[in-house]
């Protein structure tokens, strides 16, 4: 069992940054690839970037690439979300979770241990 608590949401104006954080508790966090996910309303949830166990290997959906970085710190068991050059279609909760099974990184298929959420909301 996996214990995600996601921080760092907010308000920000278009152009803006925010970090969002994902601190885990439970099982050895270093063991698994983490994702982040994200739902707007009225909307599917949708992939947004993964890191793996080892942060080695980071993946990014085409709407967020050269603008979201994903990192990892094992030793604080925290995956981070860097989000630069905000813009109002970025609004949605964001989710992380972690990767447990062998399924495209893009998909909610293959994740599980999901965090509550954090509300990003961009303001144009």
């Known amino acids: 069992q996996v214990q995600l608590v996601e921080s760092g949401g907010g308000l920000v104006q278009a152009g803006g940054s925010l970090r969002l954080s994902c601190a885990a508790s439970?099982?050895?966090?270093?063991?698994?690839?983490m994702g982040w996910f994200r739902q707007a309303p009225g909307k599917g949830r949708e992939f947004v970037a993964a890191i793996g166990w080892s942060a080695g290997s980071t993946h990014y959906a085409d709407s967020v690439k050269g603008r979201f970085t994903i990192s990892r710190d094992n030793a604080k068991n925290t995956v981070y979300l860097q989000m630069n050059s905000l813009k109002p279609e970025d609004t949605a909760v964001y989710y992380c979770a972690a990767y447990i099974r062998g399924e495209s990184y893009a998909s909610m298929a293959g994740y599980d241990y999901w965090g509550q959420g954090t509300q990003v909301t961009v303001s144009s």
């Open positions: 439970g099982r050895t966090f270093s063991n698994y690839p």
